[in-house]
Nanobody
Framework: QVLLVESGGGSVQAGGSLRLSCVAS????????MAWFRQAPGKEREMIAA???????TDYADSVKGRFTISRLNVNTLYLQMNSLKPEDTAMYYC????????????WGQGTQVTVSS
């Protein structure tokens, strides 16, 4: 079992920045790809960014491209740098891991709330 723990959420005004962190309890083949998902109230969960362990592959949703940057500090630590935040970025953000970035993701964190006010 792999535990994922997110941190770094909070409240910020539009245009501000936050950095989310996710730490995995251990590295296995099943954490080769780590990703960030988010879910806003009344909306479906969406994947917004993914990265492989060596950062040699990254992928972004169009809604965050150019504003968010995903990176892996090491095999167990994932970041999401969020700049130019918008009110529509308000959501619960989840870290997830799987052996492949196409999913389905097998490990999930408990989530961290991001709230952006206008």
């Amino acid at each position: 079992q792999v535990l994922l723990v997110e941190s770094g959420g909070g409240s910020v005004q539009a245009g501000g920045s936050l950095r989310l962190s996710c730490v995995a309890s251990r590295y296995t083949y099943s954490t080769y790809c780590m990703a960030w998902f988010r879910q806003a109230p009344g909306k479906e969960r969406e994947m917004i960014a993914a990265a492989t362990v060596l950062n040699d592959y990254t992928d972004y949703a169009d809604s965050v491209k150019g504003r968010f940057t995903i990176s892996r500090l090491n095999v167990n630590t994932l970041y999401l740098q969020m700049n130019s935040l918008k009110p529509e970025d308000t959501a619960m953000y989840y870290c997830a891991a799987h052996e492949g970035c196409s999913g389905p993701y097998s490990h999930w964190g408990q989530g961290t709330q991001v709230t952006v006010s206008s």
